[in-house]
Protein backbone atom coordinates (compact mmCIF):
# COMPACT_ATOMS: atom_id res chain seq x y z
CA UNK A 1 0.00 0.00 0.00
CA UNK A 2 1.86 3.52 -0.94
CA UNK A 3 2.42 5.74 1.60
CA UNK A 4 1.07 9.29 0.94
CA UNK A 5 1.56 12.69 2.46
CA UNK A 6 0.86 13.87 5.78
CA UNK A 7 -2.51 15.06 6.19
CA UNK A 8 -3.53 18.82 5.47
CA UNK A 9 -0.64 19.04 2.99
CA UNK A 10 0.28 19.23 -0.56
CA UNK A 11 2.64 16.15 -2.05
CA UNK A 12 5.80 17.47 -3.21
CA UNK A 13 6.57 16.63 -6.74
CA UNK A 14 9.29 13.82 -5.28
CA UNK A 15 6.35 12.54 -3.16
CA UNK A 16 4.18 12.84 -6.25
CA UNK A 17 7.35 10.48 -7.86
CA UNK A 18 7.57 8.18 -5.42
CA UNK A 19 3.75 7.23 -4.77
CA UNK A 20 3.89 6.06 -8.76
CA UNK A 21 6.69 4.55 -8.18
CA UNK A 22 5.77 2.67 -5.88
CA UNK A 23 2.16 1.84 -7.11
CA UNK A 24 3.69 0.69 -9.88
CA UNK A 25 5.64 -1.83 -8.18
CA UNK A 26 2.48 -2.99 -6.25
CA UNK A 27 0.67 -3.51 -9.38
CA UNK A 28 3.59 -5.62 -11.00
CA UNK A 29 3.80 -7.54 -7.85
CA UNK A 30 -0.23 -8.82 -8.26
CA UNK A 31 0.32 -8.88 -12.77
CA UNK A 32 -1.93 -5.77 -12.87
CA UNK A 33 -1.75 -2.64 -15.00
CA UNK A 34 -1.82 0.55 -12.69
CA UNK A 35 -5.07 1.66 -14.04
CA UNK A 36 -6.66 -1.83 -12.92
CA UNK A 37 -4.69 -1.66 -9.69
CA UNK A 38 -5.81 2.07 -8.97
CA UNK A 39 -9.61 0.52 -9.39
CA UNK A 40 -8.76 -2.48 -6.83
CA UNK A 41 -7.62 0.25 -4.19
CA UNK A 42 -11.19 1.79 -5.45
CA UNK A 43 -13.35 -0.97 -4.70
CA UNK A 44 -12.08 -1.74 -1.29
CA UNK A 45 -12.23 1.79 -0.11
CA UNK A 46 -15.79 1.50 -1.01
CA UNK A 47 -16.47 -1.61 0.62
CA UNK A 48 -14.70 -0.38 3.39
CA UNK A 49 -16.83 2.33 3.96
CA UNK A 50 -20.39 0.48 3.36
CA UNK A 51 -18.92 -2.24 5.59
CA UNK A 52 -18.33 0.75 8.07
CA UNK A 53 -21.97 2.29 7.66
CA UNK A 54 -23.66 -1.10 8.26
CA UNK A 55 -21.64 -1.51 11.71
CA UNK A 56 -23.05 1.93 12.49
CA UNK A 57 -26.78 1.01 11.61
CA UNK A 58 -26.76 -1.99 13.41
CA UNK A 59 -25.66 -0.45 16.45
CA UNK A 60 -28.03 2.00 16.23
CA UNK A 61 -30.58 0.03 16.09
CA UNK A 62 -29.42 -2.65 19.07
CA UNK A 63 -29.26 1.04 21.41
CA UNK A 64 -33.19 1.56 20.42
CA UNK A 65 -34.01 -1.88 21.00
CA UNK A 66 -32.26 -1.51 24.26
CA UNK A 67 -33.85 1.31 25.37
CA UNK A 68 -37.40 0.04 23.97
CA UNK A 69 -36.91 -3.49 26.18
CA UNK A 70 -35.76 -0.68 29.73
CA UNK A 71 -38.69 1.05 29.34
CA UNK A 72 -38.35 2.66 32.91
CA UNK A 73 -40.95 1.62 35.12
CA UNK A 74 -42.78 4.31 36.91
CA UNK A 75 -46.11 3.40 39.05
CA UNK A 76 -49.26 5.15 38.54
CA UNK A 77 -52.93 4.57 38.44
CA UNK A 78 -54.65 1.58 36.24
CA UNK A 79 -54.49 2.64 32.72
CA UNK A 80 -57.52 1.60 30.36
CA UNK A 81 -54.91 -0.62 28.07
CA UNK A 82 -53.48 -2.07 30.82
CA UNK A 83 -56.77 -3.37 32.17
CA UNK A 84 -57.48 -4.78 28.86
CA UNK A 85 -54.40 -6.99 28.49
CA UNK A 86 -54.64 -8.23 32.68
CA UNK A 87 -58.58 -9.27 31.39
CA UNK A 88 -57.27 -10.78 28.24
CA UNK A 89 -53.77 -13.08 30.18
CA UNK A 90 -56.63 -13.90 33.46
CA UNK A 91 -58.84 -15.88 30.62
CA UNK A 92 -55.37 -17.46 29.21
CA UNK A 93 -54.39 -20.73 30.99
CA UNK A 94 -51.21 -19.37 31.93
CA UNK A 95 -50.28 -22.72 34.63
CA UNK A 96 -50.70 -20.18 37.10
CA UNK A 97 -49.33 -21.40 40.61
CA UNK A 98 -50.27 -20.70 44.32
CA UNK A 99 -47.96 -18.23 46.11
CA UNK A 100 -48.08 -16.41 49.65
CA UNK A 101 -47.13 -12.78 50.10
CA UNK A 102 -47.85 -10.73 53.33
CA UNK A 103 -49.63 -13.63 54.65
CA UNK A 104 -52.25 -13.80 52.04
CA UNK A 105 -52.74 -16.14 48.98
CA UNK A 106 -52.26 -14.95 45.63
CA UNK A 107 -51.64 -16.63 41.84
CA UNK A 108 -48.30 -17.10 40.51
CA UNK A 109 -46.75 -17.01 36.37
CA UNK A 110 -44.38 -17.15 34.45
CA UNK A 111 -43.16 -14.61 31.93
CA UNK A 112 -42.63 -16.70 29.00
CA UNK A 113 -46.06 -17.96 29.30
CA UNK A 114 -47.93 -14.37 28.93
CA UNK A 115 -45.58 -13.53 25.95
CA UNK A 116 -46.33 -16.47 24.51
CA UNK A 117 -50.12 -15.31 25.27
CA UNK A 118 -49.27 -12.32 23.64
CA UNK A 119 -47.89 -13.41 20.82
CA UNK A 120 -50.96 -16.03 19.77
CA UNK A 121 -54.00 -15.64 17.17
CA UNK A 122 -55.99 -15.51 20.09
CA UNK A 123 -54.60 -12.40 20.99
CA UNK A 124 -54.96 -10.97 17.68
CA UNK A 125 -58.81 -12.37 17.61
CA UNK A 126 -59.14 -10.30 20.60
CA UNK A 127 -57.74 -7.19 19.70
CA UNK A 128 -60.54 -7.15 16.58
CA UNK A 129 -63.20 -7.10 19.82
CA UNK A 130 -61.52 -4.98 21.82
CA UNK A 131 -59.34 -1.95 20.68
CA UNK A 132 -57.73 -0.90 23.57
CA UNK A 133 -55.57 -4.09 23.42
CA UNK A 134 -51.92 -2.65 21.89
CA UNK A 135 -50.61 -4.15 19.23
CA UNK A 136 -48.10 -6.65 19.06
CA UNK A 137 -45.58 -8.09 15.89
CA UNK A 138 -42.90 -9.31 17.68
CA UNK A 139 -40.77 -10.02 21.02
CA UNK A 140 -39.96 -5.93 21.69
CA UNK A 141 -43.41 -5.02 21.73
CA UNK A 142 -44.71 -8.20 23.53
CA UNK A 143 -42.47 -7.16 26.09
CA UNK A 144 -43.75 -3.64 25.98
CA UNK A 145 -47.47 -4.56 26.25
CA UNK A 146 -46.41 -6.72 29.39
CA UNK A 147 -45.11 -3.79 31.11
CA UNK A 148 -48.22 -2.37 31.42
CA UNK A 149 -48.82 -4.80 34.12
CA UNK A 150 -46.21 -3.62 36.69
CA UNK A 151 -46.66 -0.01 35.33
CA UNK A 152 -50.02 0.14 36.30
CA UNK A 153 -49.77 -1.99 39.31
CA UNK A 154 -51.42 -4.71 38.51
CA UNK A 155 -48.66 -7.50 38.33
CA UNK A 156 -45.59 -7.17 40.27
CA UNK A 157 -42.19 -9.15 39.77
CA UNK A 158 -41.53 -11.87 42.48
CA UNK A 159 -38.88 -13.64 43.88
CA UNK A 160 -39.01 -17.50 46.42
CA UNK A 161 -37.93 -16.44 49.83
CA UNK A 162 -37.53 -18.80 52.41
CA UNK A 163 -40.00 -17.36 55.29
CA UNK A 164 -38.00 -19.06 58.56
CA UNK A 165 -34.72 -17.38 57.53
CA UNK A 166 -32.95 -16.59 60.61
CA UNK A 167 -35.66 -18.16 63.04
CA UNK A 168 -34.25 -19.75 65.69
CA UNK A 169 -36.51 -22.81 65.54
CA UNK A 170 -35.41 -25.79 63.26
CA UNK A 171 -36.36 -26.59 59.41
CA UNK A 172 -39.96 -26.03 59.16
CA UNK A 173 -41.71 -28.39 56.33
CA UNK A 174 -42.80 -26.39 53.30
CA UNK A 175 -46.00 -27.34 51.30
CA UNK A 176 -45.18 -28.67 47.82
CA UNK A 177 -45.75 -25.82 45.24
CA UNK A 178 -46.65 -23.10 47.64
CA UNK A 179 -44.04 -20.42 47.94
CA UNK A 180 -43.79 -17.66 49.58
CA UNK A 181 -42.42 -14.84 47.82
CA UNK A 182 -40.86 -11.06 47.82
CA UNK A 183 -41.28 -8.15 45.31
CA UNK A 184 -37.93 -7.33 43.68
CA UNK A 185 -37.31 -3.68 42.73
CA UNK A 186 -36.33 -4.44 39.19
CA UNK A 187 -39.42 -5.31 36.96
CA UNK A 188 -37.77 -7.25 34.23
CA UNK A 189 -39.44 -9.42 31.76
CA UNK A 190 -36.86 -12.35 31.10
CA UNK A 191 -38.76 -15.70 30.39
CA UNK A 192 -37.56 -17.50 33.71
CA UNK A 193 -38.97 -15.08 35.81
CA UNK A 194 -42.13 -15.02 38.10
CA UNK A 195 -44.92 -12.42 38.49
CA UNK A 196 -47.67 -11.78 40.85
CA UNK A 197 -51.32 -11.19 40.30
CA UNK A 198 -52.73 -7.81 41.66
CA UNK A 199 -55.47 -7.50 39.65
CA UNK A 200 -58.42 -9.77 40.75
CA UNK A 201 -60.96 -9.19 37.88
CA UNK A 202 -64.50 -8.16 38.38
CA UNK A 203 -65.61 -8.16 41.40
CA UNK A 204 -69.67 -8.58 40.78
CA UNK A 205 -69.22 -11.90 41.95
CA UNK A 206 -68.13 -11.05 45.51
CA UNK A 207 -70.08 -8.13 45.68
CA UNK A 208 -73.46 -10.10 45.09
CA UNK A 209 -72.01 -13.32 47.94
CA UNK A 210 -71.93 -10.42 50.22
CA UNK A 211 -75.57 -9.04 49.40
CA UNK A 212 -76.54 -12.83 50.17
CA UNK A 213 -74.46 -13.09 53.04
CA UNK A 214 -76.30 -9.77 54.45
CA UNK A 215 -79.38 -10.79 53.88
CA UNK A 216 -79.09 -14.39 55.08
CA UNK A 217 -77.98 -12.89 58.35
CA UNK A 218 -80.85 -10.36 58.48
CA UNK A 219 -83.59 -13.09 58.24
CA UNK A 220 -82.00 -14.97 60.85
CA UNK A 221 -82.49 -12.09 63.08
CA UNK A 222 -85.83 -11.64 62.24
CA UNK A 223 -86.61 -15.40 62.69
CA UNK A 224 -89.35 -14.06 65.58
CA UNK A 225 -91.16 -12.18 62.99
CA UNK A 226 -91.26 -14.85 60.50
CA UNK A 227 -95.08 -15.98 59.97
CA UNK A 228 -96.21 -19.11 61.74
CA UNK A 229 -96.56 -21.34 58.45
CA UNK A 230 -92.87 -20.44 58.32
CA UNK A 231 -91.44 -21.16 61.35
CA UNK A 232 -93.26 -24.30 61.60
CA UNK A 233 -91.81 -25.56 58.32
CA UNK A 234 -87.90 -24.86 60.06
CA UNK A 235 -88.90 -26.41 62.88
CA UNK A 236 -90.04 -29.79 61.06
CA UNK A 237 -87.23 -29.49 58.45
CA UNK A 238 -84.70 -28.96 61.27
CA UNK A 239 -86.21 -32.39 62.88
CA UNK A 240 -85.82 -34.27 59.43
CA UNK A 241 -82.65 -33.09 58.93
CA UNK A 242 -81.30 -34.26 62.59
CA UNK A 243 -83.17 -37.55 62.33
CA UNK A 244 -81.35 -38.30 59.15
CA UNK A 245 -78.28 -37.34 60.89
CA UNK A 246 -78.86 -39.82 63.86
CA UNK A 247 -79.83 -42.47 61.22
CA UNK A 248 -76.67 -41.98 59.73
CA UNK A 249 -74.08 -42.42 62.90
CA UNK A 250 -76.40 -45.20 63.93
CA UNK A 251 -75.97 -47.19 60.44
CA UNK A 252 -72.35 -46.66 60.39
CA UNK A 253 -72.14 -47.65 64.23
CA UNK A 254 -74.16 -51.02 63.52
CA UNK A 255 -72.07 -51.74 60.10
CA UNK A 256 -68.96 -51.40 62.21
CA UNK A 257 -70.33 -54.11 65.23
CA UNK A 258 -71.72 -56.43 62.21
CA UNK A 259 -67.73 -55.92 60.57
CA UNK A 260 -66.11 -57.00 64.30
CA UNK A 261 -68.66 -60.20 64.57
CA UNK A 262 -68.24 -60.99 60.99
CA UNK A 263 -64.48 -61.06 61.31
CA UNK A 264 -63.97 -63.42 63.73
CA UNK A 265 -67.02 -65.48 63.06
CA UNK A 266 -66.47 -65.45 59.07
CA UNK A 267 -63.12 -64.15 58.15
CA UNK A 268 -62.25 -61.43 56.34
CA UNK A 269 -65.55 -59.78 57.72
CA UNK A 270 -68.37 -58.29 56.12
CA UNK A 271 -69.01 -54.52 55.55
CA UNK A 272 -72.61 -53.16 54.96
CA UNK A 273 -72.22 -50.55 52.41
CA UNK A 274 -68.43 -50.93 51.70
CA UNK A 275 -68.25 -47.47 50.11
CA UNK A 276 -69.91 -45.50 52.66
CA UNK A 277 -67.27 -43.17 53.53
CA UNK A 278 -65.15 -43.82 49.89
CA UNK A 279 -64.21 -40.54 48.22
CA UNK A 280 -67.30 -41.15 45.32
CA UNK A 281 -71.11 -39.89 43.95
CA UNK A 282 -73.94 -39.43 46.83
CA UNK A 283 -75.59 -42.75 45.39
CA UNK A 284 -72.58 -44.36 44.56
CA UNK A 285 -71.89 -44.52 48.36
CA UNK A 286 -74.76 -47.13 48.65
CA UNK A 287 -73.36 -49.48 46.04
CA UNK A 288 -72.95 -52.51 47.08
CA UNK A 289 -75.32 -53.49 49.68
CA UNK A 290 -72.57 -55.56 50.92
CA UNK A 291 -69.52 -57.05 50.48
CA UNK A 292 -66.44 -59.10 51.93
CA UNK A 293 -63.48 -57.11 53.53
CA UNK A 294 -60.45 -57.03 51.35
CA UNK A 295 -56.74 -56.30 51.83
CA UNK A 296 -55.90 -53.46 50.51
CA UNK A 297 -52.78 -55.00 49.26
CA UNK A 298 -54.30 -57.91 48.27
CA UNK A 299 -56.74 -55.65 45.88
CA UNK A 300 -53.33 -53.41 44.71
CA UNK A 301 -51.95 -57.33 43.77
CA UNK A 302 -54.67 -58.38 42.12
CA UNK A 303 -54.76 -55.20 40.09
CA UNK A 304 -51.03 -55.47 39.06
CA UNK A 305 -51.19 -58.91 38.14
CA UNK A 306 -54.20 -57.84 35.79
CA UNK A 307 -52.71 -55.11 34.32
CA UNK A 308 -49.72 -57.58 33.60
CA UNK A 309 -51.57 -59.92 31.93
CA UNK A 310 -53.18 -57.43 29.44
CA UNK A 311 -49.97 -55.88 29.21
CA UNK A 312 -48.84 -59.37 27.75
CA UNK A 313 -52.04 -59.77 25.87
CA UNK A 314 -51.33 -57.08 23.72
CA UNK A 315 -47.76 -57.77 23.21
CA UNK A 316 -48.72 -61.17 21.82
CA UNK A 317 -50.88 -59.63 19.88
CA UNK A 318 -49.01 -56.90 18.44
CA UNK A 319 -46.11 -59.74 17.78
CA UNK A 320 -48.38 -61.86 15.67
CA UNK A 321 -49.31 -58.50 13.77
CA UNK A 322 -45.99 -58.03 13.08
CA UNK A 323 -45.19 -61.53 12.39
CA UNK A 324 -47.88 -61.52 9.54
CA UNK A 325 -49.83 -64.19 11.37
CA UNK A 326 -53.30 -63.88 12.81
CA UNK A 327 -54.07 -63.72 16.62
CA UNK A 328 -54.29 -67.64 18.09
CA UNK A 329 -58.08 -67.92 19.18
CA UNK A 330 -59.34 -71.15 20.79
CA UNK A 331 -60.91 -73.23 18.30
CA UNK A 332 -62.76 -75.35 21.09
CA UNK A 333 -66.51 -75.91 19.98
CA UNK A 334 -68.66 -74.88 22.91
CA UNK A 335 -70.87 -77.16 23.77
CA UNK A 336 -74.90 -76.25 23.67
CA UNK A 337 -77.62 -76.69 26.00
CA UNK A 338 -79.78 -79.64 25.53
CA UNK A 339 -82.55 -79.12 23.03
CA UNK A 340 -80.62 -76.63 21.30
CA UNK A 341 -78.87 -77.17 17.44
CA UNK A 342 -75.46 -76.15 17.21
CA UNK A 343 -75.47 -72.69 14.75
CA UNK A 344 -74.44 -74.03 11.17
CA UNK A 345 -70.58 -73.17 9.73
CA UNK A 346 -70.13 -72.61 6.81
CA UNK A 347 -67.89 -75.62 4.53
CA UNK A 348 -66.31 -75.70 1.65
CA UNK A 349 -68.43 -76.64 -1.65
CA UNK A 350 -66.57 -79.52 -2.92
CA UNK A 351 -66.31 -82.04 -0.26
CA UNK A 352 -68.01 -81.86 3.63
CA UNK A 353 -66.74 -84.43 6.37
CA UNK A 354 -68.51 -85.99 8.40
CA UNK A 355 -68.77 -86.54 11.94
CA UNK A 356 -67.94 -90.38 12.49
CA UNK A 357 -66.57 -91.02 16.12
CA UNK A 358 -69.39 -90.24 18.21
CA UNK A 359 -69.12 -88.95 22.38
CA UNK A 360 -68.45 -92.05 24.39
CA UNK A 361 -69.02 -92.23 27.53
CA UNK A 362 -66.39 -92.24 30.48
CA UNK A 363 -64.84 -96.01 31.65
CA UNK A 364 -64.27 -96.61 34.73
CA UNK A 365 -60.48 -96.26 34.18
CA UNK A 366 -60.99 -92.52 32.84
CA UNK A 367 -60.25 -93.30 29.24
CA UNK A 368 -63.28 -93.05 26.49
CA UNK A 369 -63.89 -95.33 23.60
CA UNK A 370 -63.65 -92.07 21.43
CA UNK A 371 -60.48 -90.84 23.11
CA UNK A 372 -58.79 -94.56 22.88
CA UNK A 373 -60.20 -95.47 18.82
CA UNK A 374 -58.10 -94.36 16.20
CA UNK A 375 -60.08 -91.64 14.27
CA UNK A 376 -60.47 -93.11 10.09
CA UNK A 377 -58.87 -90.59 7.72
CA UNK A 378 -61.19 -87.64 6.04
CA UNK A 379 -63.24 -87.59 9.38
CA UNK A 380 -62.84 -85.00 12.17
CA UNK A 381 -63.21 -86.49 15.92
CA UNK A 382 -65.46 -84.16 17.96
CA UNK A 383 -64.32 -83.30 21.30
CA UNK A 384 -65.69 -84.99 24.36
CA UNK A 385 -68.44 -82.82 26.11
CA UNK A 386 -66.75 -83.18 29.35
CA UNK A 387 -64.22 -80.54 30.45
CA UNK A 388 -61.64 -80.95 33.57
CA UNK A 389 -60.84 -77.64 35.74
CA UNK A 390 -57.33 -76.96 34.20
CA UNK A 391 -59.32 -77.00 30.37
CA UNK A 392 -62.31 -74.78 31.60
CA UNK A 393 -59.65 -72.23 33.37
CA UNK A 394 -57.44 -72.14 29.76
CA UNK A 395 -60.94 -71.69 27.32
Known amino acids: MPMGPPPGQNPSPE ?76 SQDLKSRTCIYQEKRRDLFRVKRAIRALQSPVYEKARKKNNLLPPVTDRATAENTFKLLPLSLLALRVSKVDPHEGHNHGKQKRVKGLWTVKIEQQQEAHDDMHYMWLYEGSQWKNKLYAVGALIAVFAVVMFPLWPLVLRQGVWYLSVGMTGLLGLFFAMAI ?19 FPNLFEDVGFFDSFKPFWAWHEDPKEVKRRAKAKRAEKAAKRAGQANGKANGKPAETDSTPTPSAPGESAPPESAPAQSTPTLS ?39
Open 15 to 90: QIQMIQRQIAEAAQKEGLTIQQYVEKLKQQAMQQHQAQQQAQAQQQAAQQQQQMRQQPITPGPPKPEALAVAHFLR
Open 357 to 395: APVAVESQTGTTSAETAPAPSGTVTQRPMHASVEEAEDD
Open 254 to 272: FRLILFIITMFATPPGLWL
